[in-house]
């Protein structure tokens, strides 16, 4: 679906009636959390292993959304988007471990583990664990298909990927990424379909799925055709999936993308 730079307008009154309430509410923000073991002994998974919890302090029973930062997979930092702020509902940020200091698939491994300790603590601040979406940008939109995909990644951790309530990857690339392709000496845009590309992992039971990116015109390389391809394969299986493209906005959507992300909580957790 595409929506035009004066739908946005529209959308953001949409949402209002949604974040209204909410914006009474406290909120509290817990930082630097570790979410691995204790017994870990890797220097830099330690350094890099950590979340935010921010959440609604007085309050219990609300969604949860798992935040992904982008970054390309080779930098970036956790971070709670200003448009999930006082919306009613609880964002863990998230950091992982980068390339080129850790390889393929470290950092999957890592937002894996992450969720999964969401999953298994967010109740003791109050999160709804039956409403738990995994959410992120660019390089963050690429992880969180793949641990919400390939459900190898969070069965490692006691978790079915299945019990994800939803997943809204923003500006994702659904090939192989790209920086994935340059530690094999490959070339960055030259498109890769392995078992680290999001498109080739669909299956029937993925969590519902909300696709985000900016105009085809001003996306990154292919990437809006390429999630135009991932929508076709998933409703061959007959996964619940929408697509919209974000005319008048390029890879930075994720204003934008933001506001169609509360949309889409809302609509699955009413």
């Given at each position: 679906?595409?929506?035009?730079?004066?739908?946005?307008?529209?959308l953001l009154l949409v949402v209002f009636a949604f974040c209204s309430l909410a914006k009474a509410q406290t909120y509290s923000l817990r930082e630097d959390i570790s979410y691995i073991?204790?017994?870990?002994t890797d220097r830099y998974r330690k350094e890099r292993c950590k979340l935010d919890v921010y959440y609604p302090s007085k309050s219990e029973g609300f969604p949860v959304v798992v935040w992904i930062h982008g970054g390309g997979l080779e930098?970036?930092?956790k971070s709670?988007?200003?448009e999930l702020?006082?919306?009613?509902?609880?964002v863990v940020a998230v950091n992982y471990r980068l390339s080129p200091r850790a390889v393929?698939?470290?950092y999957t491994v890592d937002v894996a583990e992450a969720t999964a300790w969401v999953f298994k603590n967010i109740a003791k601040y109050g999160g709804d664990v039956r409403k738990i979406f995994v959410a992120g940008h660019s390089a963050g939109a690429y992880l969180a298909m793949m641990i919400g995909f390939d459900k190898k990644y969070l069965a490692t951790y006691g978790v079915d990927a299945d019990s994800i309530k939803g997943l809204i990857p923003i500006s994702g690339q659904t090939n192989t990424h790209y920086t994935i392709r340059a530690e094999r000496g490959l070339p960055r845009d030259l498109p890769i379909i392995d078992e680290y590309a999001p498109i080739n992992l669909v299956r029937e039971g993925i969590p519902p799925t909300l696709l985000v990116t900016g105009g085809r015109d001003?996306?990154?390389?292919?990437?809006?055709?390429?999630?135009l391809h991932l929508k076709a394969i998933m409703r061959s299986m007959s996964n619940p999936v929408e697509l919209y493209e974000l005319e008048g906005f390029g890879h930075d959507c994720l204003i934008p993308g933001c506001e169609l992300l509360l949309r889409f909580v809302k609509k699955h957790t009413l």
């Amino acid at each position: 679906m595409k929506v035009k730079g004066l739908n946005v307008t529209v959308l953001l009154l949409v949402v209002f009636a949604f974040c209204s309430l909410a914006k009474a509410q406290t909120y509290s923000l817990r930082e630097d959390i570790s979410y691995i073991s204790e017994t870990d002994t890797d220097r830099y998974r330690k350094e890099r292993c950590k979340l935010d919890v921010y959440y609604p302090s007085k309050s219990e029973g609300f969604p949860v959304v798992v935040w992904i930062h982008g970054g390309g997979l080779e930098g970036g930092s956790k971070s709670i988007p200003a448009e999930l702020r006082n919306k009613g509902i609880a964002v863990v940020a998230v950091n992982y471990r980068l390339s080129p200091r850790a390889v393929n698939p470290a950092y999957t491994v890592d937002v894996a583990e992450a969720t999964a300790w969401v999953f298994k603590n967010i109740a003791k601040y109050g999160g709804d664990v039956r409403k738990i979406f995994v959410a992120g940008h660019s390089a963050g939109a690429y992880l969180a298909m793949m641990i919400g995909f390939d459900k190898k990644y969070l069965a490692t951790y006691g978790v079915d990927a299945d019990s994800i309530k939803g997943l809204i990857p923003i500006s994702g690339q659904t090939n192989t990424h790209y920086t994935i392709r340059a530690e094999r000496g490959l070339p960055r845009d030259l498109p890769i379909i392995d078992e680290y590309a999001p498109i080739n992992l669909v299956r029937e039971g993925i969590p519902p799925t909300l696709l985000v990116t900016g105009g085809r015109d001003l996306e990154m390389l292919a990437r809006f055709e390429e999630n135009l391809h991932l929508k076709a394969i998933m409703r061959s299986m007959s996964n619940p999936v929408e697509l919209y493209e974000l005319e008048g906005f390029g890879h930075d959507c994720l204003i934008p993308g933001c506001e169609l992300l509360l949309r889409f909580v809302k609509k699955h957790t009413l």
